[in-house]
T-cell receptor, first 114, second 115 residues
Framework: EPEVTQTPSHQVTQMGQEVILRCVPISNHLYFYWYRQILGQKVEFLVSFYNNEISEKSEIFDDQFSVERPDGSNFTLKIRSTKLEDSAMYFC????????????FGSGTRLTVV | AQKVTQAQTEISVVEKEDVTLDCVYETRDTTYYLFWYKQPPSGELVFLIRRNSFDEQNEISGRYSWNFQKSTSSFNFTITASQVVDSAVYFCALSGLVYGNKLVFGAGTILRVKS
């Protein structure tokens, strides 16, 4: 069964450093997403991406965040200057269409900012 | 706006008991989708089910069943004869076409099944 691949599975970074989280969505999916889950809390929407541009973003997705699809397969989330409160699990997801095909999630990247 | 409420923060049951996890949603979309995901201790999100707003048929898959009632905006999930391996956090989620196609998650219910 096709899957969404995320790398790395764990990342530890120092406060103020830039991090890039990588995702390979399912190849025939058109919509891509990033979600965040702070430890013990709910899964929160960050951003959705369609047709090479952001289609929607949440209040969490401020200027320190950016997303990119640098080639035909990867989808990245960059955090420019990490803060302690960015420590969380970050999930990438993709979908065929607007929800009707379901959403496939990657296994997540656990980011720890120290 | 869209909102999902899972009022049960944590449920503990003994193995073989049946357990129902509640989910209530709010949306102004007329076409929307409801989901359940399981998050085991390993952390990944495991897809369990998706329903669209036009299909109110209940569904059964092995020990799992789902009850969708549009009249009460609820999409409850029942595990029959629970097992220790069912211990996880369960999230109900909603997506709609008009108010963005993102998934909106509930706060989750921690299910602990004791042997």
């Amino acid at each position: 069964e096709p899957e969404v691949t995320q790398t790395p599975s764990h990342q530890v970074t120092q406060m103020g450093q830039e991090v890039i989280l990588r995702c390979v969505p399912i190849s025939n999916h058109l919509y891509f997403y990033w979600y965040r889950q702070i430890l013990g809390q709910k899964v929160e929407f960050l951003v959705s991406f369609y047709n090479n541009e952001i289609s929607e973003k949440s209040e969490i997705f401020d200027d320190q965040f950016s997303v990119e699809r640098p080639d035909g397969s990867n989808f990245t989330l960059k955090i420019r200057s990490t803060k302690l409160e960015d420590s969380a699990m970050y999930f990438c997801a993709s979908s065929e269409g607007q929800g009707r095909g379901g959403y496939t999630f990657g296994s997540g990247t656990r980011l720890t900012v120290v | 706006a869209q909102k999902v409420t899972q009022a049960q923060t944590e449920i503990s049951v003994v193995e073989k008991e049946d357990v129902t996890l509640d989910c209530v949603y709010e949306t102004r979309d007329t076409t929307y989708y409801l989901f359940w995901y399981k998050q085991p201790p390993s952390g990944e999100l495991v897809f369990l089910i998706r329903r669209n707003s036009f299909d109110e048929q209940n569904e059964i898959s092995g020990r799992y069943s789902w009850n969708f009632q549009k009249s009460t905006s609820s999409f409850n999930f029942t595990i029959t004869a629970s097992q220790v391996v069912d211990s996880a956090v369960y999230f109900c989620a909603l997506s709609g076409l008009v108010y963005g196609n993102k998934l909106v998650f509930g706060a989750g219910t921690i299910l602990r099944v004791k042997s």
